[in-house]
């Protein structure tokens, strides 16, 4: 029971979620509202421009029909006849395409934005099982698309016949009148009817945009599961980031290692910790420290300082000391420059004249970097 509860989808989608759904294309679209605004843009384009498609079509039909004996014998002629009726088709055509393409994207844009994701046009070949597709059909989502279509089709009955029963006297009136003018009416009035027909049509979207957001939320909630596989993701595996840490502190030891042969001197504590320092004149302002390390490390350090001959000088206040306030490939801090500055000399005399060199009894740590053990 804990592992089927843990694995229930009751989180909200996070915003990485959404991000990942969105780059596939996967976003709410309410097919009811792109419909509802092609239909409504398409009645106002026919309410408003009614009697230029009229006469428009009506002088395609003439076009068309209007072929005398001799041009239908002449290819040129006819060729030249179809292509004038293809261009009043496309004259005729373009307003309401350009409509249809408008209101197909204002419909898409208003839900999710625009969205354009090549994932979206792969060819995805679960679709063609049987067994999926009636699946969907008898899903909560293929119920609620059969009422969103039985509502639709209530309220554009409804629509219709109120209409009509309003229009009922005009529409017997039709006649009583020339049938030039009776064709006239009858159009405003189908306009009319149409118009309102396409204007009901947003309750039923009014209804479906916010049941798709909710299917859509619903479709990429996460399990708690979920949520930690993203931000273990997102943050690194633990492990993985534990080895390379691992890895690098493991470089870096190598690095510092190389670099204790470089030293003019490692000063010890004497077991416990092990710092190496260098200064050349003219390049540094202050020494600088190039290994440091505690218990293994250090005797690392002093074995690698032995093989290099490199002085091991024991001074335990100032080897503590620039274990835990100095920074490795960093110069000491200004506070030590006396106390360093003591043991590079104490150094430089072992190497001129051993017997003359005198060991400090004082290495002048301040009281701040002291450090007692």
């Known amino acids: 029971m804990a592992d089927d509860s843990a ?20 976003v709410a679209r309410s097919r009811d509202l792109t419909s509802s605004l092609l239909l409504l843009g398409v009645a106002v384009l026919v309410a408003s421009m009614g009697g230029w498609f009229y006469d428009t079509g009506r002088s395609l039909l003439q076009t068309g029909l209007t072929v005398s004996a001799l041009a239908a014998q002449d290819p040129a002629a006819m060729l030249q006849a179809a292509g004038k009726v293809a ?36 060819p995805d070949f679960s679709r063609l099982n049987p067994i999926t597709g009636i699946k969907r059909m008898f899903s909560i989502t293929g119920l609620g698309e059969l009422g969103k279509a039985l509502l639709k089709a209530i309220v554009i ?22 049938p030039n003018l009776a064709q006239t009416q009858l159009g405003m009035i189908a306009a009319k009817a149409f118009l309102w027909m396409a204007a009901g049509t947003l309750l039923v979207a009014a209804v ?51 670099a204790v042969p470089k030293a003019d001197v490692v000063v010890t504590n004497p077991t416990h910790y092990a710092v190496a320092l260098a200064y050349k004149e003219g390049k540094n302002r202050a020494p600088v420290v190039l290994a440091l390390g505690a218990d293994l490390v250090a ?17 335990p206040p100032l080897a503590r000391a620039l274990f835990h306030h100095a920074e490795l490939e960093q110069e000491i801090p200004v506070a030590l420059y006396n106390a360093v500055a003591l043991l ?30």
Do not use: C
């Open 87 to 122: 261009l009043i088709g496309l004259v005729l055509l373009a307003p309401v395409l350009a409509f249809t393409f408008l209101a197909s994207a204002a419909g898409g844009v208003a839900m999710g934005g625009w969205v354009f994701s090549g994932q979206a046009l792969a």
């Open 208 to 258: 479906d945009v916010p049941w798709q957001l909710f299917q859509m939320n619903k479709q990429l909630k996460m399990s708690r599961q979920d949520m930690q596989d993203e931000m273990r993701e997102s943050e690194g595996n633990p492990k993985i980031k534990q080895k390379m840490r691992a890895l690098q502190r493991e470089r870096a030891r190598k690095r510092m290692m190389a």
């Open 299 to 315: 005797a690392r350090i002093r074995e690698v300082a032995a093989e290099h001959n490199v002085p091991v000088i024991e001074a």
């Open 7 to 26: 694995q229930e989808k009751e989180l909200p989608a996070s915003q990485k979620r959404k991000q990942q759904a969105r780059e596939k294309g996967q």
């Open 157 to 178: 009955g409804v629509i219709a016949g109120i209409v009509l029963w309003n229009q009922r006297g005009p529409l017997l009136g039709l006649l009583q009148v020339e």
């Open 344 to 373: 590079l000399a104490y150094v430089f005399q072992l190497r001129a004249a051993p017997q003359m060199a005198v060991e400090p009894d004082d290495w002048a740590i301040p009281a701040d970097f002291a450090v007692n053990e």
